[in-house]
């Protein structure tokens, strides 16, 4: 993108289905990319420059990712978990409203990622835990229709 858009992360991820995932269903390539997020990224600490702390990847983190995950390019963004979590823009915060044990509350991210030359904005959300802890909570891809024009060929 030529212009910085106020809000939105200057570092922009490219992701593409590999020959071997195009030949994958839909389920078969969302059991394979949890598998390669739990061996990759699972009980790992990632710096966000933005929120200027470490963000945790937990078990609990990958499933709830895993139980949302309804679309093949979601499917395959779990592979760029890391660089997210590390480039991602703090845009939010909010308290736990069902106060729970030992979370204070949330944060909220937002990345540009491609996905096989789709356009989206990566939402993540993270858990804050009583400690000052940060752990990944789960993301979700949102279309960028006005972005449409900026597609990589």
Known sequence: MDKKKPGLPEKILYLSETDEEKNMNDQELKKKSKEFAQ?????????NSSAGKEILVSADGIGKWHNITKSRDQGLSIKKLDEMLKFAIRVDGSTDEKNRHSVDGFTYFEQ?????NNLYKAKIATKETH???????????????????????
């Open 131 to 153: 400690g000052n802890e940060s752990k990944y909570y789960y993301h979700f891809l949102e279309v960028r229709t006005d972005d449409k024009k900026n597609k990589p060929n």
């Open 39 to 47: 061996s990759n990224f699972q009980g790992k600490k990632y710096f």
């Open 112 to 116: 540009l990622i491609f996905v096989n």
